[in-house]
Structures are given as C-alpha cells and as structure tokens.
C-alpha cells in the first residue's frame, strides 16, 4: 500500500513530458487513435457519405439500387448524347433543368410522364443554345410547368434561332410564368417526414460576358446533408464571380460545368465545391473530345466517382438525405 502510494506521488510530482516519453508505446498509440476518431466523428457526415456512395449497375432505370427503395430524392442525369438534362424528384417538387437537343424532347418527355409525373413545379433552361433548351419545348407542351426561370442576357446577345424563338412561343402559348434568374432565388420545402430541401439560384452573377455559357442558371439542391450543384455551361469566368461573391458552391454531387470541358471546372472553384462525387453530361464520341482530360485531372483531386452520360447512360443519384448512391443504365 505504502509502496503504491510513494509511487504515485512521486508520479504527479515528477510529471514532465520526460515521463510522457516513459509511457508504453501502446498507451500513446491509443491516445493518438483516439484524437484520430474524435476528428472523424466531427465531419462524421462526409465520412457517412463517402461510405455509402457506392456505384451500382441497374439494369432498367425503374429499377433502384439496393436500400434505397424508398429514397424521397431522386436526381436524373438523363442520357441526351452531347447535351444536359437533368430531372429532381423530391416529394413535394419536381424540377427539370434542361432537355437536350431539340431532338431529345420527346425522350425526355416520356422519361418523365414514366415516373408519373403529371407536373414540373420549375423549369430552367440554363442558357440558350440547343445542347440545352432544344427538347424544352416539346417538354413544355406536353407536360404542365409551375414556372420557367431563364437567365437575364444583354439584347445583343440574344441568340435569333429558332430554337430559342421556339422555346419562348411555347411560354406564350402555354402561358407560363418566366421568371429571370437571380441569386436571391430560393424555394423551400420538406419531404413527408418534414426534412428540409431547398433549391436555390446561385449564378449568373454579372452582365458583362462575353460568353453565353456563362450566362448559365446556376442552381444547387440540398437535401438534409447531401446537395448538388448544377452549373448548366458556366466556365471560368462565372466560376470567378461566385467564388468572389462568397456563393456557398459546396456540394456532394457536382454536375461538371460545359459537359467536362477544359474551360470550366477550374482549380479554386473545384476546392470550394469539394465534390464526393461528379457528373458529366456529354455525347458518346462527341466531336468536341468532351470531357477534358485536364478537367478530368482536375475533379480527379477530389474524387474517382466521376459519372459520364457517354458511358454509362442515364445516371440516377438516389439519397435519403443522409447516403447517397448512384444507379447507372450501363456498367461502363
Ligand atoms: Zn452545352
């Protein structure tokens, strides 16, 4: 007794960090582990994340990955060769951005009436050239929208094709509210167990491009911990500005700008969206050797799971607002 407790005086009298270096090896080694945890504990979100987002191969697009049956979100990535289409199902709001090239609106259209959609609450056409407003007419004529939000161009830089003028004859027509784009945009609602989604417009954020593309409705759904980011065509310049502006672009899931290309997708606005995941809209062997092998290096820093249309189809990202995992038409 009388031992022990000399012994234990003796200890919290000579503390030093000469003493911590007398500690077993083992104890320190657990010590460590156990700051090791902690930290992986405090972004225990990211980390639950990355662990779930496992690829899956799903034959037919009804089919949903195993555990996700009754995933309330539902992000369409659907196949549109050299373009962008992609359709939200949320419980309580649909969204379509984009329909592909004119030639895609009736697929489009039927991909959604499949799901048994009768009603598109927004629409957006991110810009317009065809690779992305083409098949919204057709969609817009068959199918009910609450709202079209378009981008604010300069007059001259309005494009006179008949794409664009088709697309605004059907707003006319169908008497469709339009709304412009702008960053104080947000729409707000929860799914059936009251978990919180918004869907808000990040970009454009000037009117001084020179480019379309960057006049591209940039928008980002969250769900709970898992969000998205959906850049239409945007490049650097717009990427710039919502990095100036302090737009908060990180996201789970990023749609990469301008189907991959090199002009998009740069290294400052990749760090900030710090993606567990991408996706590329672009056509199988398409002419413009989209995606990029340098944006591919670039997205590549932040992760492997990158998910081209031109390979793999439609992509289906399924969450519950915590997980997510994709389903694809095709393995590779
Ligand atoms: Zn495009």
């Given at each position: 007794m009388a031992r022990t407790k000399r012994k234990r005086k003796q200890t919290k009298k000579k503390f030093s960090w000469e003493t911590l270096k007398k500690l077993p090896t083992v104890l320190v080694v657990i010590l460590l582990a156990a700051v090791f945890v902690l930290g992986v504990l405090h972004e225990m979100g990211k980390i639950d994340l990355s662990k779930y987002f496992a690829g899956q191969v799903v034959s037919e697009k009804a089919q949903v990955p195993?555990?996700?049956?009754?995933?309330e979100t539902k992000v369409h990535f659907i196949d549109v060769g050299q373009g962008d289409s992609i359709f939200i199902e949320t419980t309580g709001k649909t969204i379509l951005i984009d329909a592909g090239e004119r030639e895609y609106g009736e697929k489009v259209t039927d991909y959604i009436s499949a799901?048994?959609?009768?009603?598109?609450d927004i629409v957006i056409?991110?810009?317009?050239h065809s690779d992305h407003i083409g098949g919204l007419p057709q969609v817009l004529d068959s199918i009910e929208a609450g709202l079209i939000i378009l981008p604010k161009i300069p007059d001259e830089m309005v494009p006179a094709t008949k794409t664009y003028e088709q697309l605004l004859t059907v707003i006319a027509n169908k008497q469709i509210r339009a709304v412009m784009a702008s960053d104080t945009l947000r729409f707000d609602w929860s799914d059936s167990a009251g978990g919180q989604l918004s869907f808000e417009i990040l970009g454009?954020?000037?009117?001084?491009?020179?480019?379309?593309?960057?006049?591209s409705v940039v928008s980002k759904l969250t769900y709970k911990d898992v969000s998205f980011l959906f850049t239409?065509?945007?490049?650097k310049a717009a990427e710039d500005d919502m990095l100036y502006y302090d737009?908060?672009?990180?996201?789970?899931v990023l749609k990469m700008g301008?189907?991959?290309?090199?002009?998009?997708?740069?290294a400052a606005f990749l760090r900030e969206v710090s993606p567990l995941a991408a996706v590329i809209q672009c056509g199988e062997g398409?002419?413009?050797?989209?995606?990029?092998e340098e944006a591919l290096k670039r997205i590549g820093k932040y992760t492997e799971r990158i998910y081209r249309t031109d390979l793999r189809g439609t992509v289906v990202v399924y969450t519950d607002g915590e997980t997510a995992v994709a389903g694809f038409e095709r393995a590779s």
């Open positions: 195993e555990g996700y049956e009754n995933a799901l048994g959609v009768k009603k598109i056409g991110t810009h317009p454009p954020l000037s009117d001084e491009y020179t480019d379309l593309n960057n006049f239409g065509d945007a490049e737009k908060d672009v990180s996201a789970t301008h189907h991959g290309s090199s002009s998009s997708s740069s398409n002419s413009y050797g989209h995606p990029n």
